[in-house]
């Protein structure tokens, strides 16, 4: 499966960006989704992740009540709106897919299989 993610730029912060994740040659309806960062020097972390099946959803503590993952099964679209966006959330954003299915959210990079190009979040204070 071929990942595209886009819908990033440049916002003020508490600005709001929608990213979007859309599949080409497999239905991700029944793969489990991430989405992750990687700031300048730092490791990609988890930002969001839903689970395959059952739709359990993760964030990780610095997005929680701003950061909403959904999927769109019919678009073959995976989204993250991420409201209230503060400077470090400055980071490229990555979408990721994989089809072994748990109940429980995949939030580590070596749990997926498939992963699109990135996407540059830049949050101005």
């Known amino acids: 499966v071929q990942l595209q993610a886009s819908g990033g730029g440049l916002v003020q912060s508490g600005g709001s960006l929608r990213l979007s994740c859309a599949a080409r040659?497999?239905?991700?309806?029944?793969?489990?989704m991430g989405w992750f960062r990687q700031a300048p020097g730092k490791e990609r972390e988890v930002v969001a992740a839903?689970?395959?099946?059952?739709?359990?959803?993760y964030y990780t503590d610095s997005v929680k009540d701003r950061f909403t993952i959904s999927r769109d099964n019919a678009k073959n679209t995976v989204y993250l709106q991420m409201n209230s966006l503060k400077p470090e959330d400055t980071a490229v954003y990555y979408c990721a897919a994989s089809p072994r299915g748990r109940l429980l959210p995949a939030t580590r990079t070596n749990e997926y299989d498939y992963w699109g190009q990135g996407t540059l979040v830049t949050v101005s204070s």
């Open positions: 040659g497999r239905s991700l309806s029944t793969y489990a």
């Open positions: 839903i689970a395959w099946p059952g739709g359990r959803i």
